[in-house]
Nanobody, 115 residues
Framework: QVELVESGGGLVQPGGSLRLSCAAS????????MGWYRQAPGKERELVAR???????DYGDYVQGRFTISRDNSKSTVYLQMNSLELEDTSVYYC?????????WGQGAQVTVSS
């Protein structure tokens, strides 16, 4: 069992930045995937970014060049730096980790982009 605790969501104006953090309750190996999905009302959950050692990070097409995922394996924590935020980025962002074939999810962090 792995619990994930997210932080860093909030309200930001278009063009602004936010940084999300997600800490796992126990040590996870750097080889396991960690990342972020998001889900807006009435829409399906979609990949934002994911990372694991030995591979380049994967990003959703709509965030390329604006978002950066990183990971501190010593803390079993994954981060999402979001720059140049757009109205369409408004969503609940969910952290996940895949351990032993099972996905574990965070509680979700609301990100609202509004002027």
């Amino acid at each position: 069992q792995v619990e994930l605790v997210e932080s860093g969501g909030g309200l930001v104006q278009p063009g602004g930045s936010l940084r999300l953090s997600c800490a796992a309750s126990r040590t996870v190996f750097s080889s396991v995937p960690m990342g972020w999905y998001r889900q807006a009302p009435g829409k399906e959950r979609e990949l934002v970014a994911r990372i694991r050692s030995g591979r380049y990070p994967d990003y959703g097409d709509y965030v390329q060049g604006r978002f950066t995922i990183s990971r501190d394996n010593s803390k079993s924590t994954v981060y999402l730096q979001m720059n140049s935020l757009e109205l369409e980025d408004t969503s609940v962002y969910y952290c996940y980790v895949r351990v032993e074939g099972q996905n574990y999810w965070g509680q979700g962090a609301q990100v609202t982009v509004s002027s």
